[in-house]
């Protein structure tokens, strides 16, 4: 009885080695499937599998400016305020060493320069943009197309720029974390200014303040806060447009 109980002790300890042998052999071949940690985003800790050690390598957003408020100045008249709408999109692939994508802008808004003169004018910008990841992931460098063009069969342009196109060379800074909001700002240099016998020189200037008020599974919506700036260096003096927009956005999610 004794040598009896002695070889079934015996057998149940094998098992329990074996046991624990093949439970340490399933989780180390977990542990090739999954990393200990990762951060979205948003700072939180997630576990990914190999297969997603990036996060999502794509991201887009899109946005409409239903409330565009405009100031026109010239030195010939003081501020005229004009009002409109507006679109805006935003496409990004993301790499391990670069991000590069493509963002477009479109604006219509009504202008009366003077009781004789009003009109539709409209404004379109299209953009490829890079960044350099190793060196700084918000650091985008444009390079892009912009344009403006007005309806009206009065010519104006030796007092106000009508109709421009140029191709346009910028710097942003975009994506930057603030809390769980994300501010973008970013210069460009208008460089058919260079050929323009009227125009000296034209910068533009823009920012955005997106607030998210909203999150589901894939997406993301928020209230948007921009301001986008055109300034013309003319040789009959300073002709600047100002516009605050106010709208919502939605972005996907990246995880």
Known sequence: QKQYELEEASLKQKQLVKKEQEKEKIRKNEEKKYIVSAENEDGEVVYLSHKETRKTDHKWSGSLGLLNFGVFSLPEMPFEWNMGISGSGLYEYILDDITFGADLFAEAKYLQINENFPRLMSEFDINIRIAINKMSKNLFFKLGFSSLNSTSSEDLQSLVI?????????????????????????????????????????????????????????????????????????????????????????????R
């Open 162 to 254: 009508e109709n421009f196109s140029t191709p346009v060379v910028g710097l942003e800074l975009g994506n930057i974390k603030i809390g769980k909001s994300q501010f973008t700002i970013g210069a460009d240099y208008y460089l058919g200014s260079l050929f323009d016998n009227n125009i000296k020189q034209a910068f533009g200037l823009n920012a955005n303040f997106a607030i998210p008020f909203a999150e589901m599974e894939e997406v993301r919506l928020n209230f948007n806060i921009g301001v986008k700036d055109k300034l013309f260096i003319k040789n009959s003096g300073i002709e600047n447009r100002a516009t605050l927009i106010l709208g919502f956005g939605v972005e996907n999610v990246n």
